[in-house]
């Protein structure tokens, strides 16, 4: 077989990046490191050298995503506090679900980990913990309002991977309706303890 010469960490990076378009169309148990292995040029014996298990791949395929997000959440609140950083942030975040691949890759750890697996569920729980701070602390807001940002965020995952966009009923258009970033401002600590 074939490769391009590549230095160790490169070549993970390619990996990683093929290896996060396998995982997010076919999950964990659906991607085959054979296939990720062929397409990087490369033994499927490397990828385990490179990442130890296939799980471990996935873990680091999900993390990726989870940490892209952060840091364009981060990086569009440009130093701003508050309401304007959250709407600065859903606006990044809207844009960002064009890349089908990292928001297939947040939904794929989501769904390995509610399927029961602790080492998946634990590794997907400090993605997210890293995303909710990174929220939490660049906005400044209370914890009931994140949890607000954070959910509809959740439910437009759910409607780009549904591609909804595509569906023409009424439904289809309420669950698409953008969102005001005057909307978080009725919530108070005193209206949510």
């Known amino acids: 077989m074939a490769s391009v010469r590549m230095t160790r960490q490169e070549r993970r990076a390619q990996v990683l990046g093929i290896a996060e378009e396998e995982f997010a169309i076919a999950g964990l148990y659906g991607a085959s490191t054979e296939t990720i292995a062929r397409r990087a040029g490369i033994t499927q014996a490397y990828v385990f050298r490179l990442f130890g298990t296939k799980k471990q791949l996935f873990l680091a395929c999900v993390d990726a995503a989870f940490g892209r997000m952060a ?57 997210f913990a890293r995303l909710w701070q990174t929220v939490a602390h660049t906005a400044g807001l209370d914890p009931v309002t994140i949890k607000a940002f954070l959910a509809f965020g959740m439910l437009l995952n759910t409607n780009a991977a549904l591609d909804l966009a595509q569906v023409d009923e009424p439904w289809s258009h309420q669950a698409r309706t953008l969102i005001n970033p005057g909307l978080f401002t009725h919530i108070t600590t005193k209206t949510n303890q």
């Open 71 to 127: 840091t364009a959440l981060l990086r569009s609140a440009g130093g701003v506090r508050g309401i304007e950083a959250l709407a600065a942030m859903g606006q990044e975040y809207y844009d960002m679900l064009s890349d089908r691949t990292t928001l297939l890759l947040q939904l794929q750890g989501t769904a390995a980990a509610a399927a029961g697996d602790g080492e998946v569920r634990d590794a997907v729980r400090a993605s």
